[in-house]
T-cell receptor
Framework: GIQVEQSPPDLILQEGANSTLRCNFS?????LQWFHQNPWGQLINLFY???GTKQNGRLSATTVATERYSLLYISSSQTTDSGVYFC?????????????FGKGTKLSVIP | DTAVSQTPKYLVTQMGNDKSIKCEQN?????MYWYKQDSKKFLKIMFS???????INETVPNRFSPKSPDKAHLNLHINSLELGDSAVYFC???????????FGNGTRLTVT
């Protein structure tokens, strides 16, 4: 099956700093999504980004499908950005589908 | 207006019991899912239904059985609960399999 690796596993930032989270995947995918799980456990869909670049406020994401990676940029981080960031891919092969999540990047933003 | 709602939010039960978690979505989506998140926060898909038909069925014990009475509902029944079933279970939906996922708030299951 497809492998999804996220880096770094943990990240501590001072409020106001910028960061880049990375998601690598081992095969061609049908789509890629980024999620934020807040400290209360809620999973929020940030981006649906099978390719190209999207921006939403202080967050932006870029997926380079041909090179099998995606990046999530967080600018001017705030304490409310803390939580775990997951990327997830949809892979189809051998007549079946796999929806696979990476293990996440745990972000802690300190004041 | 909650888009994907699951009940209960917390479920504490003893080993050997049978329990159910309910999920409903009001987004008009065709596809629904169950995910399990373990203590290390790893999210793994268990099942996916499209218009009441099972389309993804990962390797989970037969004690877990999804039931979809209509495309807006996907319930999860768990028989003979074991300690290792303790986790947070998330329901999700999407318009179709390749569309953005919308998650419920999760059900924290604790088996004692």
């Amino acid at each position: 099956g497809i492998q999804v690796e996220q880096s770094p596993p943990d990240l501590i930032l001072q409020e106001g700093a910028n960061s880049t989270l990375r998601c690598n995947f081992s095969d061609s995918v049908n789509n890629l999504q980024w999620f934020h799980q807040n400290p209360w456990g809620q999973l929020i869909n940030l981006f649906y980004i099978p390719s190209g670049t999207k921006q939403n406020g202080r967050l932006s994401a870029t997926t380079v499908a041909t090179e099998r990676y995606s990046l999530l940029y967080i600018s001017s981080s705030q304490t409310t950005d803390s939580g775990v960031y997951f990327c997830a891919v949809l892979y189809s092969g051998a007549g079946s589908y796999q929806l696979t999540f990476g293990k996440g990047t745990k972000l802690s933003v300190i004041p | 207006d909650t888009a994907v709602s699951q009940t209960p939010k917390y479920l504490v039960t003893q080993m050997g019991n049978d329990k159910s978690i309910k999920c409903e979505q009001n987004l008009g989506h065709d596809t629904m899912y169950w995910y399990k998140q373990d203590s290390k926060k790893f999210l793994k898909i268990m099942f996916s239904y499209n218009n009441k038909e099972l389309i993804i069925n990962e390797t989970v014990p037969n004690r877990f059985s999804p039931k979809s009475p209509d495309k807006a509902h996907l319930n999860l029944h768990i028989n003979s609960l074991e300690l290792g079933d303790s986790a947070v279970y998330f329901c999700a939906s999407s318009q179709v399999l390749s569309s953005p996922l919308h998650f419920g708030n999760g059900t924290r299951l604790t088996v004692t």
